[in-house]
């Protein structure tokens, strides 16, 4: 069946400019998650998503970062003003909630601010 | 947050047997031990999850001793495309949140 994915793949912006990363979660899956991961770091927690319930935005990093999540399914991320410390990749999960909440992840969103 | 110490890196050779120790002193009595494995340019992948005493699935074992303070992670012959970064993650699947948290992980180098 299909599986988490990114689009796009690869985003090239220039500093300032606003950028819009979108997750299309596997189909039924409840919950979903964003992470960041910079080059040769683990994965930095952006935003949770749970049903209906109100989005986890603790760990996103400034108020430029901000994410909705539509009829609970696909969600966006969005990146304002963005700076060159913006530049990771940007990977999403989604996950059933109970079943062990194992997280399938998409294969990312590479973002280069210039 | 129970939080995770691992080794940064380990080195391997084809067909050895690899044990990944992580410590997670302050565990709670709900949490559960999870294992996630990522290759280079890829999302992370589940590998195996245990409460207590020793899971085995396929790909790996997990070892969990009785005070739960630390796990090991046991990779039996490994192969060159074993190669990846293993994160060991700690948090209560029944919450409604999952509270798992990736730190930077262990990368493992196998050499022919």
């Known amino acids: 069946g299909a599986g988490v994915s990114q689009s796009p793949s690869n985003k090239v912006t220039e500093k300032g400019k606003d950028v819009e990363l979108r997750c299309d979660p596997i189909s039924g899956h409840t919950a979903l998650y964003w992470y960041r991961q910079s080059l040769g770091q683990g994965l930095e927690f952006l935003i949770y998503f749970q049903g209906n319930s109100a989005p986890d935005k603790s760990g996103l990093p400034s108020d430029r970062f901000s994410a909705e999540r539509t009829g609970g399914s696909v969600s966006t991320l969005t990146i304002q003003r963005t700076q060159q410390e913006d530049s990771a990749v940007y990977l999403c999960?989604?996950?059933?909630?109970?079943?062990?909440?194992?997280?399938?992840f998409g294969p990312g969103t590479r973002l280069t601010v210039l | 947050l129970a939080k995770t110490t691992q080794p940064i890196s380990m080195d391997s050779y084809e067909g050895q047997e690899v044990n990944i120790t992580c410590s997670h002193n302050?565990?709670?009595?709900?949490?559960?031990i999870t294992w996630y494995q990522q290759f280079p340019s890829q999302g992370p992948r589940f590998i195996i999850q245990g409460y207590k005493t020793k899971v085995t699935n396929e790909v790996a074992s997990l070892f969990i001793p009785a005070d739960r303070k630390s796990s090991t992670l046991s990779l039996p012959r490994v192969s060159l495309s074993d190669t990846a970064v293993y994160y060991c993650l700690v948090g209560d699947l029944n919450s409604g949140y999952s509270t798992l948290t990736f730190g930077k992980g262990t990368m493992l180098l196998v050499s022919p």
């Open positions: 302050n565990i709670a009595t709900n949490d559960y």
């Open positions: 999960a989604s996950s059933l909630v109970g079943q062990n909440n194992e997280q399938f």
